[in-house]
């Protein structure tokens, strides 16, 4: 929140309490107001810090990648644990002591159909309780801090991905189903909505606004990088060890970012208030009250149409994330009749292919597009205008990527048509930009929060529908095995039919707010 005229608010070495607000102000010198929250964020106040914007986001897109490494070598183990454990029960061999058996035996449409659901489930169930736990993490986070909130997330997932773990070395005793009781672990911390809120807000306040879609970029394809890389290295350690060191791999990994997240330093800002100098009477009333009123305020960041369309977008556009992780692999190890162990170089391919897109092609493409010596007819005036156009453009191209994984019929085929959608999927990170321009400074942590409860909330259909379209396709065989890809390039196309309807802010709220509130520290 901005500062008011007359606080007593210094930079630099000022003392703040947890009752700075969720966002820092980033000055044109590059300095920036730190905040320090109390609690287990207090706890981290030794550790050494970066300062430098540039090393921050570097430090954020590090603990991103840290963080989805762990997803890819869960997927990876977990498919193959689980899809071992219903292939014993399909034969009657659940007590046998014997090595897992053979993967061949277990590529049956009944099996296949089975474990599509068991995980389809267990995503819902994660996207339900993310739903529930995310925005009251999300105000948590405005009054103790985006780094403890981010900390608390991840070893509640940590505790989640434990509860698995233990389902499947026991699967004598628990029936695999059970693991549809570890989302309730998400409730400590919100889950990914609220870590991925807290890691977006932590960035965005250290770049400038022209710089904002390029961190978007170079965070979301960090997340990319960890998710679709690690499936080959967790490839090679199956290979040879089984299973189960991945998945022990992915809790450890699932708990260091906990500890990594201090290594930044806190963008809360203090300010003083009368408000905030009284005393709270701390009554569950006054609680419901303030939780009711803050619920009010997240929900008048999404009163422009376009903000709801905005909305409607975020909803979609998981099914194009989806379909490219733990589905994936079980998909591609059906369709071409290739082991679970092999099938993340698929998916690394992939991450390769993004991460050219989004660190590399993407952002020198669009920095040239807005330089004087390009054609006329190729050049954009400025950053906004060009940011809608490949926020609209990339939604094609990613109809067109998913259409290709669907009638693919080869490898090669599968993995061109990755390469195209890593085109496609690079667009959110534009979209994410435009949607900053609708709300002032002190909303944007909220309305990301809001954007991932939109996405994760979409989870609750996206993962069983992608389930029912494999089963349905195995069914009908053929070419109509690719159909949940056919499905999402049909959504892919609703996504582009809405882009059209978006439109830019007559003035962005965050430069109006800036020149009102901030007018002594501009140069």
């Not at 292939?87 to 599509?116: F, G, N, T």
Request: net charge neutral.
């Amino acid at each position: 929140m901005a500062a008011q005229p007359g606080t007593d608010e210094r930079y630099g070495d000022e003392e703040i309490n947890e009752q700075t607000p969720f966002l820092r102000r980033t000055h044109s010198d590059g300095s920036s107001t730190l905040g320090k929250a109390p609690s287990i964020a207090s706890s981290g106040d030794a550790v050494p810090k970066a300062r430098n914007p540039n090393s921050i986001v570097a430090i954020l897109c590090l603990v991103i990648f840290v963080a989805s490494a762990a997803g890819g070598f869960q997927s990876m183990s977990t498919t193959r644990i689980f899809e071992d454990i219903l292939c014993r029960q399909y034969y009657d061999q659940l007590r046998s002591s014997d090595e897992p058996i053979s993967e061949d035996m277990c590529k049956v449409d009944a099996i296949q159909s089975k474990l599509a659901y068991l995980f389809a489930i267990l995503a819902s169930l994660n996207a339900g309780v993310s739903v529930l736990a995310a925005l009251p993490w999300g105000i948590a986070a405005d009054k103790i801090g985006r780094r403890p909130v981010f900390a608390m997330g991840m070893i509640g997932m940590s505790i989640a991905v434990l509860c698995i773990l233990i389902v499947g070395w026991f699967r004598q005793t628990f029936p695999p189903q059970l693991i549809w009781l570890s989302p309730i672990f998400y409730l400590l911390g919100g889950g990914d909505p609220a870590v991925t809120a807290a890691i977006m807000s932590l960035a965005i306040d250290v770049v400038p606004e022209s710089q904002r879609s390029a961190v978007f970029l170079r965070i979301h394809g960090s997340s990319m990088i960890g998710n679709l890389i690690s499936p080959a290295l967790a490839s090679i350690v199956m290979s040879s060890t089984g299973p189960w060191p991945p998945l022990f791999i992915a809790l450890v990994l699932t708990a260091v970012p906990a500890a990594m997240i201090y290594l930044v330093p806190e963008s809360l800002k203090h300010k003083r208030s009368e408000d905030n100098s009284q005393p709270d009477g701390g009554t569950l009333k006054t609680f419901a009250t303030k939780s009711l009123g803050e619920l009010k305020q997240s929900a008048k960041i999404f009163s422009s149409p376009s903000m709801i369309i905005m909305l409607l977008i975020s909803t979609l556009q998981l099914a194009l994330i989806l379909c490219t992780y733990q589905f994936m692999g079980q998909f591609t190890s059906k369709r071409y009749h290739i082991p679970l162990a092999e099938t993340g170089y698929i998916q690394s391919a992939y991450g390769v292919a993004y991460v050219s897109v989004s660190f590399f092609i993407m952002p020198f493409i669009a920095s040239e597009l807005l330089k004087p010596r390009t054609p006329a007819f190729l050049r954009f005036d400025d950053d906004k205008q060009r940011d809608m156009f490949f926020a609209r453009s990339a939604s094609l191209v990613a109809m067109v990527g998913t259409f290709i994984l669907g009638v693919s019929g080869t490898i090669p085929g599968f993995v061109f048509g990755l390469v195209v959608l890593a085109f496609g999927v690079a667009g959110e990170g534009f979209l994410r930009s435009i949607a900053t321009l609708y709300v002032s400074a002190e909303q944007r942590s909220r309305l990301f929060t809001m954007l991932a409860l939109a996405a994760i909330a979409s989870n609750l259909w996206v993962s069983p529908a992608l389930a029912a379209l494999f089963s349905l396709g195995m069914r009908l065989g053929g070419t109509w095995i690719g159909l949940p890809y056919f499905g999402v390039s049909g959504l892919c196309v609703i996504i582009f039919v809405l882009a059209l309807f978006l439109r830019l802010p007559p003035t962005p709220k965050v430069d109006a707010e800036s020149d009102s509130d901030e007018g002594p520290d501009e140069e």
